[in-house]
């Protein structure tokens, strides 16, 4: 899929605001390439683009493969991590950093609701975290604050 990576930043040569934020941007990147390397259907990686990020607190990168990933007509996904669970997120057309954020935000809060109504996690994206209130409780506060001060919906 194409996407317009001109405003983003290229792996090998992320930026922050300050020597600080690039150093935990960095590490972000390293996270994303391990969490998505981890996976045994993860194609060869093409490129990787830094959408969006504020170091040490969330991140979303745009990973393009080589080839489509098993079963699908993708060849490009969104990863996000950050101080909250790790996720990938499909590619849309036309999409930017804060698209893929507030799909992610999506994902997670379905977790959540299920969660803390007790419900079945079998068709919620996988969270690796344990399905406790206390961590449905944290993540929604982690993502109520992507919601208004990252994407202000």
């Known amino acids: 899929m194409d996407i317009d990576t001109s405003s ?12 600080e934020d690039t150093e935990l941007l960095r590490e972000m990147a ?23 990020g504020i170091g040490g607190v969330v991140a979303a990168f745009l ?3 080589d080839e489509a990933i098993d079963d699908t007509d993708d060849d490009a996904l969104w990863i996000v991590v950050g101080d909250l669970p790790n996720a990938y997120v499909v590619v849309e057309p036309g999409d930017d950093g804060e698209a893929a954020l507030s799909r992610y ?47 202000i919906d």
Request: proline share 5%.
């Open 8 to 19: 983003f930043q290229d792996e090998s040569e992320i930026t922050g605001d300050d020597p």
């Open 30 to 52: 390293a996270e994303a390439r391990a969490y998505i390397e981890d996976y045994e259907w993860c194609p060869p990686i093409k490129s990787v683009h830094l959408a969006l």
């Open 63 to 65: 990973y393009q493969f």
């Open 105 to 151: 935000c999506a994902l997670m809060e379905d977790w959540t609701f299920n969660v803390l109504n007790g419900h079945s996690l079998d068709e919620s994206f996988p969270v690796a975290a344990e399905a406790t209130h206390e961590n449905a409780e944290m993540l929604t506060q982690r993502i109520a604050f992507i919601r208004t001060e990252i994407l």
